[in-house]
Nanobody, 115 residues
């Protein structure tokens, strides 16, 4: 089992910044990648950014150039630095960890961007 604990959400004005953190514990040695997804009201959950154990990153087109995903292997923590936030970034953000054939999810953290 893998446990994920997220932090860092909140309310920010458009153009502002937030940093999300996701700390992993449990069976972390088999994790292949970690990432962030988001789900806005009435919309499907979508990938925001992901990073593999080798450091390869992947971003949604809508956040490229504004968001940066990183990881601290010593702390088993993944970060999402979000800059130049827009109202359309408003959503619940979920941390995700992938093991072979298994996905784990955090409880979600709300990010609200006011115009």
């Amino acid at each position: 089992q893998v446990q994920l604990v997220e932090s860092g959400g909140g309310l920010v004005q458009a153009g502002g910044s937030l940093r999300l953190s996701c700390a992993a514990s449990g069976s972390i040695l088999s994790i292949k990648s970690m990432g962030w997804y988001r789900q806005a009201p009435g919309k499907q959950r979508e990938l925001v950014a992901a990073i593999t154990t080798g450091g390869t990153t992947n971003y949604a087109d809508s956040v490229k150039g504004r968001f940066t995903i990183s990881r601290d292997n010593a702390k088993n923590t993944v970060y999402l630095q979000m800059n130049s936030l827009k109202p359309e970034d408003t959503a619940v953000y979920y941390c995700n960890a992938q093991r072979p054939f298994l996905d784990y999810w955090g409880q979600g953290t709300q990010v609200t961007v006011s115009s």
